[in-house]
């Protein structure tokens, strides 16, 4: 079998020229998103205290993710509980080679706080409640459609019967 191809980074790439840049805390992650607590914001729009970035590909929801998952060789990959010095697309996307370590101590000048109704950044994915929930509303969904049929089968046999 062949070996997937492995990608670097461009010399002197990085979060400069994103149009959205700021330094947060990675606190979780969840089928290829990671929701960064926000610390400052060096350019873009203001931020919320969280952030959801797509960190890599996203992934399918659960069941589907137990059967298949994507990566790619410039997905970012975040340590929960580390700071980090983000650059993201105005969708929030973002990868390896806009992502750096930032020591817990360092300040930006110009830099700026975040906002209570600052943007959120991605739509983060379902949590787990969430998933289960859409699960089994689908399965709910599936069992009325099973019983309307059987029903409507059933008043059809009936009424051929009789005559």
Same mark, same amino acid.
């Given at each position: ?22 330094? $947060?805390? /990675?606190?979780?992650? %969840? ?5 960064? !607590?926000?610390? &400052? ?14 960190? $890599?590909? &996203? =992934? #399918? #929801? ?5 059967f ?13 509980? +580390? ?5 993201? +697309?105005?969708?929030?996307?973002? +990868? /390896?080679? =806009?992502?750096s ?11 700026? !706080?975040?906002?209570?109704? $600052? ?5 983060? #994915?379902? $949590? ?15 069992a ?5 049929? =059987?029903?409507? %089968?059933?008043?059809?046999?009936? /009424?051929?019967?009789?005559?």
């Amino acid at each position: 079998p062949t070996q997937p191809a492995v990608a670097s980074c461009a010399e002197h790439s990085g979060p400069d020229g994103a149009p959205v840049i700021f330094v $947060g805390t /990675a606190e979780a992650e %969840r089928r290829g998103y990671t929701r960064l !607590k926000v610390d &400052e914001v060096l350019a873009g729009p203001d931020l919320g205290h969280e952030v959801w970035v797509l960190s $890599g590909q &996203e =992934q #399918p #929801p659960w069941p589907l993710s137990m059967f298949s998952t994507v990566h790619g060789s410039v997905d970012a990959d975040f340590a929960l509980g +580390n700071r980090y010095l983000v650059g993201a +697309n105005r969708s929030f996307a973002t +990868n /390896a080679c =806009q992502v750096s370590s930032v020591d817990v101590g360092a300040s930006h000048s110009g830099a700026r !706080k975040p906002v209570e109704n $600052g943007v959120g950044g991605a739509d983060g #994915p379902l $949590g787990p409640l969430g998933q289960t929930l859409w699960v089994a509303g689908i399965v709910g969904l599936l069992a009325a459609i099973v019983r309307l049929l =059987q029903r409507f %089968r059933g008043r059809g046999t009936d /009424a051929s019967s009789r005559q």
